[in-house]
């Protein structure tokens, strides 16, 4: 089946600063969405991004489906930014598969 | 307000007691899935549904099922339950199956 990494694992911001998040796939997809999970535990919908690239705010994605990969820029990181990032993959068959998700740490 | 409501949020039980986790959206969404969540294992797919009485498995299955006779509702049922099935489940619902999916709050068992 797909397989879906995520880097780097953990990450640790200085408030401010900027930084990228990577999502590869192993196969080719039909959709894919990037989410953000807060201490809280809920899920966020960041980004729905088959391909090309969209901007909300601080934070934008871009995705090339064509390699394989999609990018998650966070901008003038927050302290709110904190948690854990994942990308999902979507195949044909309606599985979603998720990635082991980025743990982002931002320091005030 | 658009969304998926599970419930119980929290519960605590023991092995072999048979509980049913529900989950509602108010969307007409006719995809939903359930996932459970494991620390460095991020989201895996229990089961999913594209539309009423229409069910498939995801990628780890086994000791769950599932049913979907209402639209809005696909509650996930764990029959005997056994300490592996503690961790954080999730149900998602989206208009399509590839579409955005917009999640539940979570319901966090742990079975003793």
């Known amino acids: 089946g797909i397989q879906v990494e995520q880097s780097p694992p953990d990450l640790i911001l200085q408030e401010g600063a900027n930084s990228t998040l990577r999502c590869n796939f192993s196969?080719?997809?039909?959709?894919l969405q990037w989410f953000h999970q807060n201490p809280w535990g809920q899920l966020i919908n960041l980004f729905y991004?088959?391909?090309g690239t969209k901007q909300n705010g601080r934070l934008s994605a871009t995705t090339v489906a064509t390699e394989r990969y999609s990018l998650l820029y966070i901008s003038s990181s927050q302290t709110t930014d904190s948690g854990v990032y994942f990308c999902?993959?979507?195949?044909?068959?309606?599985?979603?598969?998720f990635g082991a998700g980025t743990r982002l740490f931002v320091k005030a | 307000e658009a969304q998926v409501t599970q419930n119980p949020r929290y519960l605590i039980t023991v092995t072999g007691k048979k509980l049913t986790v529900t989950c509602s959206q108010n969307?007409?969404?006719?995809?939903m899935s359930w996932y459970r969540q494991d620390p460095g294992l991020g989201l895996r797919q229990i089961y999913y549904?594209?539309?009423?009485?229409?069910?498939d498995k995801g990628d780890v299955p086994e000791g769950y099922k599932v049913s979907r006779k209402e639209k809005r509702n696909f509650p996930l049922i764990l029959e005997s339950p056994s300490p592996n099935q503690t961790s954080l489940y999730f149900c998602?619902?989206?208009?399509?199956?590839?579409?955005?999916?917009?999640f539940g709050d979570g319901t966090r068992l742990s079975i003793l």
């Open positions: 998602a619902s989206s208009s399509t199956g590839g579409t955005t999916q917009h």
């Open positions: 196969d080719s997809v039909n959709n």
């Open positions: 991004i088959p391909s």
């Open positions: 999902a993959v979507y195949t044909g068959g309606f599985k979603t598969i």
């Open positions: 969307m007409n969404h006719e995809y």
């Open positions: 549904s594209m539309n009423v009485e229409v069910t």
